[in-house]
């Protein structure tokens, strides 16, 4: 038997859970037993975006009106009939909501393999590489919770930071982030903070809703945190990029309003806000300019190569553990759950808003 977590792609709030028996996998196939997975509100910006950004395209259901969420995890190999991969063996990587999934390595190596499943090819790569556990240097038996709960987030909020940088801020020295408590906002707030003392060094505010503002400020990561109803307080005197994780159409039109000529670039991210999302047409300043991770990658793969950016990456996720994990009082509190009623109420919790955020789920089914 099978078990998979299928949404309307029209209405979020309509989910249902599937069961089917197992078919027989192919010849050069493997089938992976989801161990867990994080479910953070990067996952429903996935699926508040899934038609423009093909994220449904991962893991089609055969309905074009339904479609399975991705998320971060960890999985075994229960079955293979492909050479060089083995039943037991764990894998990092990127996987629907479900009991178990069925992929088609291609391109094996030590490090692990990519899905070469025809729905897949035409997707990014960096959402089709598996690693192996065994030998990824990044893993760590004992923050597994963390590595599927923030690196992908994580190599977001670097190169977020480093597409910034490598654009001179567009001549700002002020950075606004929305949705200031999310974990990609406080990792990218992180990042901009490791600047400070340097030339490059920019100021970092966070907005974020009132009852957030305590935790967000505790943080220390950020310059100033404001509630969304004091965003008619921000420095208005001097060039500001706006980076708006939240992707709220009210947060975003009182930010460019209140900026105006001021906001110096306007860059999309996220949809944490999921049910105010709006277009970003007739707003005062510039028009907001959605921002694709993997675009980035290509550019820094050329210009420092991938170990190179990877080195960069490692460097930056090491400093990041540190108060992320730090004793007493970690930015981060891992919550496990099993279980189709587990999933259910951490999926509703996100959809309202209604998530701790100092918390982090993992969860299995």
Request: hydrophobic content about 40%; overall charge negative.
């Amino acid at each position: 038997m099978t078990t998979r977590f299928i949404v309307d792609r029209k209405d979020l709030h309509a989910a249902r859970w599937e069961h089917a028996e197992a078919t027989p996998i192919a010849d050069g196939s493997v089938r992976l037993h989801i161990d867990s997975f994080a479910l953070t509100s990067n996952n429903i910006t996935y699926a508040a975006f899934g038609d423009a950004m093909n994220y449904w395209g991962f893991f089609p259901t055969g309905s074009a009106a339904t479609g399975c969420i991705p998320v971060w995890g960890f999985g075994t190999v229960t079955e293979s009939r492909c050479a060089g991969v083995s039943v037991g063996e764990r894998f990092y990587g990127y996987f629907p909501i479900a009991s178990d999934v069925v992929l088609q390595p291609a391109r094996l190596s030590d490090a692990g393999f990519f899905d070469g499943a025809e729905h897949r090819r035409e997707l990014h790569a960096v959402y089709n590489q598996y690693s192996r556990c065994s030998t990824d240097p990044a893993y760590d038996a004992g923050f597994e919770a963390e590595q599927a709960l923030l690196r992908p987030l994580f190599i977001t909020s670097f190169l977020i930071d480093d597409f910034l940088a490598d654009n001179g801020f567009f001549g700002a020295r002020t950075v606004v982030l929305s949705s200031a408590s999310s974990k990609t906002a406080y990792g990218t707030a992180f990042c901009l903070g490791q600047r400070r003392g340097s030339d490059s060094a920019v100021k970092v505010i966070g907005l974020t809703s009132a009852g957030n503002v305590g935790f967000t400020t505790a943080l220390g990561c950020y310059d100033a945190v404001l509630a969304y109803d004091a965003v008619n307080t921000l420095p208005a005197d001097a060039p500001a990029v706006y980076v708006d994780f939240s992707g709220s159409a009210a947060v975003r039109s009182a930010v460019h309003t209140h900026l105006g000529e001021a906001l110096a670039y306007s860059c999309s991210v996220g949809g944490t806000h999921w049910s105010d999302l709006g277009s970003g047409k007739g707003l005062p300043g510039p028009r907001p300019v959605l921002f694709f991770a993997p675009a980035q990658v290509k550019k820094r793969n050329a210009d420092w190569g991938a170990a190179g950016l990877q080195q960069q990456i490692s460097n930056a996720w090491a400093a990041f553990m540190v108060p992320v994990t730090a004793p007493g009082k970690p930015w981060l509190r891992v919550v496990k759950g099993q279980g189709e009623a587990a999933v259910d109420a951490t999926y509703a919790a996100l959809l309202g808003n209604r998530m701790k955020p100092d918390e982090g789920h993992m969860l299995s089914v």
